[in-house]
């Protein structure tokens, strides 16, 4: 019969009390293993993103499995496939209503550079429209070339300034509805 | 095999037989064409229309044209219709949208594609480009990149400072490699023109 149980979670007494790091590499760190996608499969790119999320490709190794439909709970948008002019404003809607911060994939070439579809009706790049973090080429790219963009997208994300400015005092946005602070 | 085609001919005179490879094919004046619909879907058994096309004949007048395939599911055959719009500047026919409901979305495309109008069809708006484009993009005179133009969403347009351009067609249209590839790679869609490309630097950039 065992007397005491075995003690599994952070000890104090090993690890001391506090930890000391930057507020860079702390949210960096949380915000980089948990990129929420919102996967804007617009064409044949989006077979390949859900085979990165299947068993075999496994993006939740990355913490990117939480694929979100609704723009208000991801974080990155998966711009998959190819982007008509009248997508576009759909597009531009979507990335508008993410809360930051937010990051953006273009994956493959049609999202990069319009592809193949040079013609009246497509978007010659969806970085017309929305600022793009990461290029994946291929027509379309394989999972592997997918995880390889989202890998860079974290190191992007482990080198920004997120801490710059959050303790200092922002000026309030005036309210939509009142127009005052 | 042309049974359907004598049957027309008798019955209405204004009918002409088309040359076809394939199925019987008849020429109806765009003015009769109700008429003829009529006959074909409720006495000569062809419940389906299968799809219509708009087509632009260029040099030709009248130059622009519709043309029906309709099929008979019982005896299991085809036939094609082809008609002109008399007016070649505003290219109208009627519509058959009420015989076939498929008429509807089909006569939609051929309206945004050709710009020819199909009276009186119940909602005849753009159905691939969006409302307020000016162009018909199927038109000979229209280039595959496109022309220069606003988008539709004037938002957008107006954070983002896009446009709908011409498209950078570098040589053409891309197509997919038909020669022998060893690497997939090779097989990729590519444009007409790769005098400059990832593995061959552009003109007047160091390598």
Known sequence: ?181 | MDTIVDTLKSKFPFVTPRPSHDQPAVNVPADHLREVAQVLRDDLGYDMLLDLCGVDWDQARPRFGVIYHFYHSGKKTYLRVATLAPDSAAPAVPSLADLWPAGDWHEREAYDMFGIHFEGHPNLTRILMWEGYPYHPLRKEFPLAGIETELPAADTAAATGAKVIAAPMMGGPFQAGTQEHHHMSDAEPRAGDQSWTESKPKPGQKG
């Open chain 1, 1 to 181: 019969m065992p007397t005491s149980r075995t003690e599994f979670a952070y000890n104090s007494k090993v690890e001391g009390e506090v930890v000391v790091s930057q507020a860079d590499a702390v949210i960096n760190w949380v915000r980089s293993h948990s990129v929420w996608p919102m996967p804007m499969g617009l064409a044949c790119c989006a077979i390949e993103l859900m085979a990165a999320g299947g068993a075999r490709f496994d993006i939740s190794r990355f913490g990117m499995e939480v694929m979100r439909f609704s723009p208000r709970q991801s974080d990155c948008m998966i711009v998959a496939g190819t982007v008509t002019y009248k997508m576009a404003e759909v597009v531009r809607r979507i990335y508008e209503q993410m809360a930051a911060p937010k990051w953006v994939v273009a994956m493959g070439a049609c999202a990069s550079t319009g592809g193949m579809y040079r013609s009246y009706a497509v978007l010659q790049g969806v970085d017309r429209i929305v600022p793009v973090d990461i290029y994946i080429s291929g027509c379309p790219p394989r999972p592997e070339a997918l995880l390889d963009g989202m890998m860079l997208l974290q190191d992007k994300i482990r080198k920004e300034q997120s801490a710059y400015g959050l303790l200092t005092p922002r000026p309030r946005e005036p309210s939509l509805v009142t127009g005052r602070p």
